[in-house]
């Protein structure tokens, strides 16, 4: 069927008549988008481990420096073991994981104290951010050997480090959800009286609450950096100083154990965030950490 349409002219054209799935546009979902998460992991995984065979079998690297997948794998089982034992790693574990959550729970309070001072007062924006600024832009690492001068070779270095670390990304993410409440609402408090405080602790803060869970994130991450690097610095009784010792003796399989398990940690504080948003921000989809993917 055809129809007929008149353009400015006057004169009559015919045009052919349009179905509905003409006009509306629709998104195309690529293929590799329809894939299971689960199914897509493992193949990632299969992959890494086919091309991290093929280099140790051909030599491309030193298998003194990178062991077989399967020697790996057997001291993960031999780690594993020793863990569920009660042996020596046991306890170097919960010292690693003292100083992350110590470490951590240090760098919320600091990190949420200033990032309401900057993004509250005019003083904390113009005055305290650009300190905040020069010092993350600083290598952190360098840090260490202060702190360990100034705390010492015990545990309160490594926790000091690793608030250091975590703090400034909670910060930002602090001051960015204070000021990312909205104009009306913030004009609704002003006209019902609403005091600083009021404001601050029903309006802003909840309506920030996705800006602060993004750099309670980011500090998940990097706490452990911290802690980690400190006891390769310091010594210490952790997993980073059994790293350490390892990787002197060129026990490589040994190394990437530890490693492994450290990353488990890691990823347990890290979606222990991430759950922890859930619970609170259920009304903002977060689809980049999961939150909003049920596939």
Same mark, same amino acid.
């Given at each position: ?43 990632? #995984? ?12 051909? !030599?491309?690297?030193s298998r003194i420096i990178l062991p077989s997948p !399967? ?9 594993g073991q020793n863990l569920v034992t009660g042996g020596? +790693? #046991? ?26 001072l900057v993004g509250e007062t005019t003083f904390g ?12 832009? +600083? ?21 000091? *480090? ?35 405080? !009021?404001?601050?602790?029903? +309006? ?19 706490? +452990? ?25 060129? !026990? ?7 490693? #492994? ?18 619970? *609170? ?15």
């Amino acid at each position: 069927m055809k129809s007929t349409d008149t353009l400015t002219l006057g004169r009559p054209i015919e045009v052919e008549d349009a179905t509905f799935t003409d006009t509306v546009w629709a998104e195309h979902t690529a293929w590799i988008d329809r894939i299971p998460r689960s199914l897509a992991m493992i193949a990632l #995984l299969l992959v890494v481990l086919l091309i991290w065979g093929a280099v140790h079998h051909f !030599q491309i690297v030193s298998r003194i420096i990178l062991p077989s997948p !399967q020697e790996v794998g057997r001291d993960i089982l031999f780690v594993g073991q020793n863990l569920v034992t009660g042996g020596y +790693m #046991l306890p170097a574990l919960w010292m690693t994981t003292q100083e992350i959550l110590w470490g951590f729970f240090f760098a919320i309070l600091i990190g949420f104290s200033l990032g309401v001072l900057v993004g509250e007062t005019t003083f904390g924006e113009r005055a305290v951010l650009p300190y905040l600024v020069a010092i993350d832009t +600083m290598p952190k690492v360098a840090f260490a050997p202060l702190f360990l001068a100034w705390l010492g070779f015990g545990i309160s270095s490594k926790v000091a *480090l690793a608030a250091f670390i975590a703090t400034f990304p909670i910060v930002v993410g602090t001051a960015a959800g204070l000021h990312a409440a909205d104009e009306n609402a913030r004009m609704m408090f002003r006209s019902l009286g609403a005091s600083r405080w !009021q404001t601050l602790v029903r +309006m802003k803060i909840p309506a920030g609450l996705p800006h602060i869970f993004t750099g309670l994130k980011i500090g998940a991450v990097g706490v +452990m950096a911290g802690a980690i690097t400190a006891e390769f610095l310091g010594g210490g009784k952790g997993f980073g100083e059994l790293i350490r010792v390892a990787a002197s003796q060129l !026990q490589t399989p040994r190394v990437f154990s530890l490693i #492994l398990y450290l990353s488990v940690l890691g990823f347990a504080l890290f979606w222990s965030v991430v759950l922890l948003e859930r619970r *609170l921000v259920f009304w903002h989809r977060a689809s980049v950490t999961g939150i909003d993917d049920r596939r």
